[in-house]
């Protein structure tokens, strides 16, 4: 438990291939050229293809779903800005830092700042997450 | 109605409402969602054909594939912020309905930042499972991506 008695939560990491981004396009529809066509990315100011941000907040609520279990899904809050792309062949590691516990209406929620950063070390994704505990029982 | 026919997210006033939409969470979404994020957590539950429930971010990336079919990213529009509040766990096999509107639009620098409020909640509940607000930045007049 950290200083404020808000539990750790263990990093997770993953590898972002080309062809994992073009599973995340069938799975959730967006088609968006910039993700899955590489004539086209490299036209574009990002000179190549691009994961889908919310690929990368998977990373983010899977983190957070392994280590609350059924309170994330019935009291998980994510607050993010997508800061730069993920790219194939980058290595992610999603990370959450205790913050602090309070009470919101008599429930206690811990909140934690997360970030998802590339294996440079940069910040890809940021913000924050909460869980309401104790609401799914 | 192929994209180019739909209303760019730039033109789209404060207040608009998109007409809400209909889709199935059945299992084989549900493994091909869990299959493209590498998600093999055992936070889901067990039901008889997987999980039990399905990732609250699935959910969420369904009503944003809804909105999605309705309105038009224009090129060099970017998805710049998300957030997410997952209130109770959607089953695997339901049918769910979402709604969307435009809460907030600004211009900046000839861009324009929309957000977009949306929920989602199995046929029939009367509240939402998941809402959401995304935020995002686009050109005006730009050609259709």
Request: include cysteine.
């Amino acid at each position: 438990m950290s200083a404020e008695g808000v539990p750790e939560v263990p990093p997770l990491s993953r590898r972002v291939t080309q062809e994992g981004i073009r599973r995340y396009a069938e799975a959730s529809g967006d088609h968006n050229p910039i993700h899955i066509d590489e004539e086209y990315a490299r036209t574009t100011p990002f000179a190549g293809t691009i994961a889908h941000g919310m690929l990368v907040l998977a990373y983010l609520s899977e983190m957070m779903a392994a280590a609350f279990g059924d309170d994330w899904l019935a009291g998980g809050r994510l607050k993010v800005r997508f800061r730069a792309p993920a790219r194939p062949g980058d290595t992610l590691t999603a990370r959450a830092e205790p913050r602090r516990a309070r009470q919101v209406n008599g429930e206690p929620v811990f909140e934690y700042g997360i970030e998802c950063c590339n294996q440079r070390g940069e910040a890809l994704v940021s913000g924050t997450a909460e869980v309401v505990v104790g609401r799914s029982r | 109605m192929t994209s180019a026919n739909l209303p760019s997210v730039a033109d789209l006033p404060r207040g608009h409402e998109l007409p809400a939409a209909h889709f199935g969470l059945g299992a084989d979404d549900v493994r091909r969602y869990r299959e493209a994020v590498e998600d093999h957590s055992s936070a889901y539950g067990q039901g008889p054909d997987g999980p039990a429930w399905a990732p609250p971010l699935a959910v969420a990336a369904l009503a944003l594939r809804a909105i999605l079919d309705q309105v038009r990213l224009p090129a060099g529009a970017v998805h710049a912020g998300q957030e997410v509040e997952f209130r109770r766990p959607v089953p695997v096999g339901v049918f769910v309905r979402s709604r969307a509107r435009v809460a907030q639009r600004s211009e900046m620098r000839g861009a324009v930042v929309s957000v977009i409020e949306f929920d989602v909640g199995e046929d029939g509940s009367a509240t939402p499972a998941v809402v959401g607000r995304a935020t995002v930045i686009a050109p005006r007049g730009e050609a259709p991506s």
